[in-house]
């Protein structure tokens, strides 16, 4: 047993100095093979809970805190490990008990102290959004704006709609604006979100387009609020044009310092190109992830409270999914916790809410590819992983050939999967400055719709980074 132990604490020192380096996946291998030979130890389950959850692998992170806890009640760090993984799962009212658990032992922690206060603040927050909810339609912030009459002040010099029209030279200016890390007039971009929500609206939760031989597409992954790698990527790619049409697969907020900067950019060429540029709707594009991993608390500090719930509303009419030429279906997240789902299950989608805690919007959002077949549940503690039978049953029944889907960190910026009929893309390099991963995005051409790999890397740190030591 002693031999056991002291090869358990090689393994665990071995993951710590690979969680040292960031290289999460192996701090994970060999912190689970340390729990293999020393199964009762409750620093082991606390460390491998930290890794998953820089992983984003939630549920597994709140099962091995949750674990911890059961071997050693009195280890604060299984506390703080399970309220963290509750808060990115959503679950604000068990995370609140677990940091007050934790204030109360370490009242002198600033960083628990600030995390209680956050969780605190969004619980009481979720309380009295139910306490003035009605039955009836809720007003849309648009009912509220005075666009005409909000003045554009004489010092401003920024870029202006022509004519409340977006245009390719206002796309340009706006650009090289943000860049210089200027903001845009809020009467700009209250134009911009009023514009892109009336377009949206009118769209099918599945859009269905069809490339001609000599036509392509580029599709690219999360972007994650990593401006200047966006920027690089129109730079390496061209501009979106009508001969140049993109596809952006979701979460395009959250995580990086300049998610208002990513998204008023993408939502503009939207408007500047409906019918060939496309944006689909990621986890991230939700209103608890915007709570938890920066989004709402960026478009508050530079613009109002106001901004983030209309931003909040366009969100909702984000489309699902995407099919090219019948063949190639492009979602966020990934199929689906139960067979029989269809490309017209899609269509009916009524999409103009928050996501559901199960189900194909669920899925579409959340879901992720295993290697091995069938399913089992979610490393993040939402929806479902699927194998390759999973995506062979499903691309069989709706004759398509592969699906496209983002979602998950690359270190190569993709990856092919279950026989070449799942590829995941990734499109923010380096993601939250710390994971040394490239991006990638694809091109499909309508002759052939055969995947091209496009790699870069990042160009600069962008991103704000969430941390919390080992200790």
């Not at 859009?207 to 609020?225: F, P, Q, R, W």
């Not at 009929?421 to 002759?447: R, W």
């Amino acid at each position: 047993m002693a031999e056991e132990d002291t090869n358990a604490e090689k393994f665990k020192e071995k993951a710590n100095n690979y969680f040292k380096e960031r290289d999460y996946e192996n701090a994970i291998k060999y912190y689970t093979e340390a729990l293999e030979l020393n199964p009762s130890s409750a620093i082991y389950f606390s460390n491998r809970s930290l890794a998953y959850l820089r992983t984003e692998c939630y549920g597994y992170a709140l099962a091995d805190a949750t674990k911890c806890l059961e071997i050693d009640q009195n280890y604060i760090k299984g506390y703080y490990r399970r309220a963290t993984s509750n808060m990115a799962l959503g679950k604000f009212k068990a995370a609140l008990k677990d940091y007050e658990t934790v204030v109360r032992v370490r009242p002198n922690d600033k960083d628990a102290k600030m995390k209680y206060q956050e969780c605190n603040k969004i619980v009481k927050q979720k309380a009295f959004e139910r306490a003035i909810a009605s039955d009836e339609m809720k007003r849309s912030v648009v009912d509220s704006l005075d666009i005409e009459n909000m003045m554009i002040e004489d010092q401003y010099t920024g870029p202006k709609l022509e004519e409340g029209k977006v245009t390719m030279r206002f796309m340009k200016e706006m650009m090289e604006c943000f860049k210089d890390q200027k903001k845009l007039h809020r009467k700009c971009a209250y134009q911009i979100l009023i514009q892109v929500k009336e377009l949206l609206s009118k769209l099918p939760s599945l859009i269905e387009i069809t490339l001609k031989e000599t036509e392509k597409i580029t599709v690219c992954g999360d972007t994650h609020g990593q401006f200047y790698d966006l920027i690089n990527i129109f730079e390496l790619n061209g501009l979106p044009s009508e001969t140049n049409p993109y596809l952006f697969n979701g979460d395009f907020v959250d995580r990086g310092s300049f998610s208002l900067e990513v998204i008023l950019t993408l939502f503009g060429f939207k408007l500047l190109l409906p019918d060939s540029f496309y944006l689909l709707r990621g986890n991230h594009e939700t209103d608890n992830m915007n709570q938890m991993y920066g989004f709402e608390g960026e478009v508050k500090a530079k613009y109002t409270a106001q901004m983030f719930t209309l931003f909040s509303e366009v969100f909702q009419w984000l489309p699902l999914a995407q099919c090219i030429n019948g063949k190639v279906l492009v979602m966020h997240g990934g199929l689906f916790s139960e067979d029989g789902v269809t490309l017209d299950d899609l269509r009916k989608i009524d999409r103009n809410r928050q996501p559901p805690d199960s189900g194909p919007m669920c899925d579409l959002l959340w879901s992720d590819p295993q290697p091995q077949n069938g399913r089992c549940v979610s490393k993040r503690g939402v929806s479902c992983q699927f194998g390759p039978d999973v995506t062979e049953r499903f691309l069989d029944q709706n004759n398509l050939d592969y699906i496209v889907r983002s979602h998950e960190v690359k270190a190569e910026g993709y990856e092919v999967t279950h026989s070449g009929k799942c590829i995941t893309v990734f499109s923010a390099p380096n993601y939250c400055d710390q994971m040394c991963n490239k991006g990638a995005y694809i091109h499909l051409s309508g002759s052939d719709l055969k995947p091209q790999f496009h790699q870069f890397t990042a160009v600069v740190s962008t991103s704000i980074i969430y941390d919390m030591s080992l200790l």
